[in-house]
């Protein structure tokens, strides 16, 4: 089993940042992706940015490209979600999601408890 722990949320202003942590315990993988996804109020989970543990190009939703960057360090088997000029729209539950094979867009095995973000205009 792995266990996946999001921080990092809360209530900013329009423009401002926030940065996601993601930490992996239990029975963690070396390879495989770890994924950034959220849920808004009435709507359907999105897929927002994903990356691998083994490097590679990362992926970005269009509604966050230039604004949001994942990032990763495997010794400490965290991934991150920089997020910069934040948005109303960007008011969401946030989780990180993981799974040790297969592309960005295929289900994941392990899920996180989620991390409430807040943008005010």
């Known amino acids: 089993q792995v266990q996946l722990v999001e921080s990092g949320g809360g209530l900013v202003q329009a423009g401002g940042s926030l940065r996601l942590s993601c930490a992996a315990s239990?029975?963690?993988?070396?390879?495989?992706?770890m994924g950034w996804f959220r849920q808004a109020l009435g709507k359907e989970r999105e897929l927002v940015s994903a990356?691998?543990?083994?490097?590679?190009?990362?992926y970005y939703a269009d509604s966050v490209k230039g604004r949001f960057t994942i990032s990763r360090d495997n010794a400490k088997h965290t991934v991150y979600l920089q997020m910069n000029s934040l948005k109303p729209e960007d008011t969401a539950v946030y989780y990180c999601?993981?799974?040790?094979?297969?592309?960005?867009?295929?289900?994941?095995?392990?899920w996180g408890q989620g991390t409430q973000v807040t943008v005010s205009s």
């Open positions: 239990g029975r963690t993988f070396s390879s495989g992706r």
């Open positions: 990356i691998y543990w083994s490097g590679g190009s990362s």
């Open positions: 999601a993981a799974d040790n094979r297969g592309s960005y867009f295929a289900a994941y095995a392990y």
